[in-house]
């Protein structure tokens, strides 16, 4: 804190790590080294009120929407276990997610890199260690919350590295 002092810092934001967890639309999930990932959107259809009110008004059908969900959840869960490729992964994301999104945003390309990469098998935060790809889902506030405490672990050992960088 002294050495933040004295380059003038006044304040220290400790709850963005946390935050970005859930509230980010790219930066979701800190790892050493590198940018944060995109976590991988899974709205759970009964957690998610624009798709309750379609579903409500008629514009798309429940049983539809709780298919594609569990469609990517276990797409998801079987990728982890090396029964499927990231492509196939890629296309049940991509399907939930042009079901549930009116924007039509395309996050695939941010998945792909995610997915490739997983971040959480490296990881030794021990929340990361216990729930594996469910770290990367940005689903319930649970999960979500989960991914926030391992940002504040990240963003921790990122404080100690930049302190052992400039005791050096």
């Known amino acids: 804190i002294e050495r933040f002092a004295s380059y003038g810092v006044t304040s220290f934001d400790s709850t963005s790590p946390f935050r970005q967890s859930f509230k980010d ?13 995109m976590a991988l959107r899974v709205p ?16 798309v059908r429940q049983e539809t929407a709780l298919k594609l969900e569990r469609d990517c959840l276990t797409a998801l869960r079987r ?3 090396g029964e499927l490729k990231v492509p196939t992964v890629l296309r049940a994301l991509r399907a939930y997610e042009q079901f549930c999104d009116e924007s039509r945003k395309d996050r695939s390309e941010a998945y792909r890199e995610i997915l490739e990469d ?3 098998r490296s990881c030794h935060c021990g929340i990361c260690e ?13 999960r979500n919350k989960r991914r926030g405490f391992h940002n504040l672990y990240i963003f921790n050992q ?3 590295q930049a302190q052992e960088t400039n005791a050096a």
């Open 79 to 81: 990728y982890e276990i």
């Open 118 to 120: 997983r971040p959480w």
């Open 130 to 142: 216990q729930v594996g790809i469910d770290i990367a889902l940005f689903r319930g506030s649970e």
């Open 25 to 37: 639309e790219t930066d979701n999930y800190y790892v050493m080294g590198r940018s944060p990932y």
């Open 158 to 160: 990122q404080l100690r």
């Open 44 to 59: 759970q259809v009964d957690g998610n009120p624009k798709l309750r009110n379609r579903i409500r008004a008629g514009q």
